[in-house]
């Protein structure tokens, strides 16, 4: 079975053989590393199982970090979305949000979490799939097919651009963690193929040009907050795409513009800190105080 690099070449396939985009990525997985069909279910069972525990422990952990920045925002959005009367909407927006913030503090604690596709983007992909599973009572397998589609859009993504902040700035992390889970939300609703990759292109593109400039250094500000925006951002994408809108830019164009914006990216604003919020006065502040 030939390895898929692009989107296009990924809805040949899918078209061709009438196959879900997670049929295919699992029978490629299973292909590529010489593992029985079932043994990448496993692995995939096992991340799900790390992403809940990740949850959980991020809010059961409580307390501000040590550089003072963080800690304690999780709970505070869960409590604001607790209360029975709120729409499914507003529960599923809550769970969202808190979770995906939850994970992001169990991250900068040194917590187990799963980086997908880095620890800085840690919080989007198994917020949505979660969340929604808890509304809509989706089965393990059902998840297990979502994160293995968000795992094909973060794979081809991946071969044709880096993942990394200091490389691409934000938009290679947070923003293709957003595209992937926009691909999972989209494929737990049963959207077709194409919904799937065009809610993926629909979320990478509109967070285009995000920078990657950490206070002092650390995973922390703005990073938290950002996995809560860009999950939330997801969610948009994934229902855009489900009501049938489609990007005017076909998705692998997309992420050559994607690629291009990292280049010209000024090196200042590519996780090095040396720009953005990184350099605020209260950032300044902040990295005094770390260094006494």
């Not at 097919?145 to 795992?151: D, R």
């Not at 809610?199 to 650390?218: R, S, Y």
């Not at 200042?268 to 770390?290: C, F, P, R, W, Y």
């Amino acid at each position: 079975m030939e390895n898929i690099v692009t989107f296009s070449q990924l809805l040949k396939v899918t078209g061709q053989n009438e196959k879900r985009i997670s049929e295919v990525f699992w029978e490629l997985e299973s292909h590529m590393l010489e593992k029985s069909p079932e043994e990448v279910r496993n692995l995939a069972r096992r991340n799900l199982e790390v992403m809940s525990s990740s949850i959980q422990d991020g809010l059961k952990n409580f307390g501000v970090s040590p550089s003072g920045m963080s800690g304690e925002d999780s709970q505070k959005i869960l409590k604001r979305y607790k209360n029975a009367d709120n729409l499914p909407f507003n529960r599923l927006i809550g769970r969202i949000l808190g979770y995906s913030i939850a994970i992001s503090e169990e991250n900068q604690r040194m917590g187990r979490i799963v980086a997908c596709p880095t620890a800085g983007s840690c919080g989007i992909v198994p917020s949505v799939i979660t969340g929604y599973a808890e509304e809509y009572g989706f089965s393990e397998e059902r998840q297990v097919n979502a994160l293995i589609t968000a795992g094909g859009i973060g794979k081809i993504i991946a071969q044709q651009m880096p993942l990394a902040g200091a490389v691409a700035g934000c938009q290679a992390e947070c923003g293709v963690a957003s595209a992937m889970a926009a691909g999972a939300a989209v494929d737990l609703m049963q959207g077709t193929n194409e919904q799937i990759v065009h809610a993926a292109v629909l979320a990478l593109k509109n967070i285009m040009g995000l920078v990657c400039d950490p206070v002092a250094g650390l995973v922390e500000v703005p990073c938290i907050k950002r996995n809560g925006f860009l999950a939330v951002h997801a969610v948009t994408s994934s229902e855009m795409a489900l009501a049938g809108i489609q990007s005017f830019i076909p998705p692998d164009e997309v992420i050559q513009a994607v690629k291009q914006v990292g280049v010209l990216m000024s090196p200042m604003l590519k996780e090095s800190s040396e720009a953005g919020l990184a350099v605020t006065d209260t950032a300044k502040q902040v990295l005094k105080n770390i260094r006494k």
